[in-house]
């Protein structure tokens, strides 16, 4: 058995990519055996207590009985069929749920593979509506700094130009309009001036600007930075204004994280256009949906083409439909609310501390969501073995220690995930000098 995993895991470092990888020096990857719960399970022994719900997807906790049936049962109908032309009950009944419990106005939904697809619909979607209008100019995408919305060239094309991954790429990519990021935070004193800038933009360029685009509240990839509401209702006044659709990116806050169903509620607006996608399974299967409300839709459908320019083979995929179905159906027959507030508490009382470290710039926590932001950037070789000889899974990035648990973390399971970054934060060579 276990001449087998290092074979494989050979095999594994030879010929696999895994994300943001070198295939020449790779980190090494570590095999999993099974996942149940709150715990991944490593075929070297060690059980791990997860600290980043498989990078914000996983709600309910791995191996849920209820989902495992969803999909099982819906196996033995039918595991695809193609969605031009055909239709059927799981995407029907939950497209039905998500014009339900999205902010109003969003009631045309188009399904598709993953979260950097949906906001390609969604960018397309917001091309297309002004080209319907007689207003093909109308065609850039305008967004703030430290923001991530994926890894196609379109989404490429509005992620932080500068700070993100994606600078390598920037000769190839489409010329967007960006603003600085937000500079004050949920939990500070908002003033307008955070907007001036964002203002002007919009003033000078909105004839060339089909749709604003940002994610709600948290900037994830691009800091884990939280932001004021006020923020987001100015985003929506100016989008107003200057005739320019509003595109929420709520891919990584959708469906809980944030303590609201979605973080849009935080700035009761609702924008023109949503992306889902990540927990909209439950950390399944992948699958995303971008909303839109019907002046969107109609505008689409009566332009020259008639119609809405897209269409991916794996749309409205039985399966993925079936699961997020239970998905949801867990979500709201569960006090999901009281979990993320349990979490939040626990994590201000006992990960915000941390901030006392030497080596801390910052920690923050809002709903399920935690951050410790440190002086230095992480050494991954080093700190990612240390997290796992620890008995958790947290995976940093830059200087970002960052968690994001299941809702059914117990107070123990945070415990331990929190004992491990204090650990790691007093030890020198987890972290670059
Ligand atoms: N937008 C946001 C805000 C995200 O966090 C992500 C995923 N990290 C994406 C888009 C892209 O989603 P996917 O990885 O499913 O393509």
Redesign the pocket.
Known sequence: MSNLYTDDLAFDREHIWHPYTSMTNPLPSFMVESANGVHINLASGEQLVDGMSS??SVLHGYNHPVLNEALIEQSKNMSHVMFGGLTHKPAVELCKKLVRITPKGLNKVFLSD??????EVAMKMAIQYWGSKGKPTKNKMLTVKNG?????FA?MSVSDPTTGMHHIYSEALAKQYFAPAPTIMIDEQWNEKDVAELTELFKKHHDDIAAFII?PIVQ??GGMRFYHPEYLKACRKLCDQYNVLLIA?????GLGRTGKLFACEWANITPDIM?L??TLTGGYI?L?ATLCTNEIAEGISNSEAGCFMHGPTFMGNPLACAVANASIGLLESSDWKASITRIESYLKQHLVPLNTNNRVQDTRVLGGIGVVETKSSVNMAVIQKRFVELGVWIRPFGKLIYIMPPLISTHENLQTIIDAIKTVLNEDDCFSS
């Open positions: 990078w914000w993953s979260g950097s697809v949906s906001v991530y919305h994926g890894d196609t989404t994610e994830g990839t990116d709520e891919i990584a806050t992306c996608g990540k992948t995303a």
